[in-house]
């Protein structure tokens, strides 16, 4: 993020990540997660929009956007439909890092596995249920489950353009410089 040093590119970098959580909602398959470490930042924007996340119990989360000087805003609109608005709050106010019991139990996993072996037997075999589904069926629940995407793509575009103007703020380049140091 250092090198952008205009806005437009800026806010192609940000908008490039909205199209991508875009595509994501918009995809007509449900979208699995296998999550076995660290997930931090724009990561925890991508399990969001997935329609079902399996992690290994050390994993952890972290949206630490604050502490570098921008916010987790173009993540925002699907971080906090899947966990809720005050789970949200908490995990943007307080960047610790979250032990994979707190993303369970804020809905950010649906499940975790105590070994690696546990977590890759868990995604095969969902895998294998889920391609034995009707794909109209799949579909038409991925219009439920996202009902308000209109309003999600929306807000991802608008959120793009506020981290892109924070991003190359004189406070968030020094705070990033501090990280290269």
């Excluded at 970098?13 to 959580?21: G, I, P, R």
């Excluded at 699995?32 to 992690?55: E, F, N, P, Q």
């Excluded at 995990?91 to 975790?112: C, G, Q, R, V």
């Excluded at 075999?125 to 219009?143: D, F, P, R």
């Amino acid at each position: 993020m250092l090198t952008i040093k205009e806005y437009k590119s800026a806010e192609n970098y940000f908008n490039c990540f909205s199209d991508l959580l875009q595509s994501m909602i918009s995809c007509p398959k449900f979208i699995l997660a296998r999550v076995h470490g660290k997930v931090v930042g724009g990561g925890i924007g991508l399990i969001s929009a997935c329609d079902y996340v399996i992690a290994s119990l050390t994993s952890e989360v972290r949206l630490s956007e604050l502490a570098i000087g921008i916010g987790p805003f173009v993540i925002s609109p699907a971080v906090a439909k899947r966990i809720g608005n005050s789970a949200f709050k908490s995990l943007t106010i307080n960047y610790d890092w979250h032990t994979a019991n707190w993303a369970l139990s804020k809905s950010l996993f649906d499940e975790i596995c105590k070994t690696r072996s546990e977590l890759d037997e868990a995604i095969n075999q969902l895998a294998q249920k889920m391609t034995l589904g009707n794909s109209e069926a799949i579909v038409e629940m991925k219009k439920i489950f996202w009902n308000d995407s209109e309003q999600i793509f929306v807000q991802l575009k608008e959120r793009a353009h506020l981290s892109a103007k924070l991003l190359l703020s004189e406070f968030t380049q020094n705070h990033l410089k501090k990280y290269l140091k």
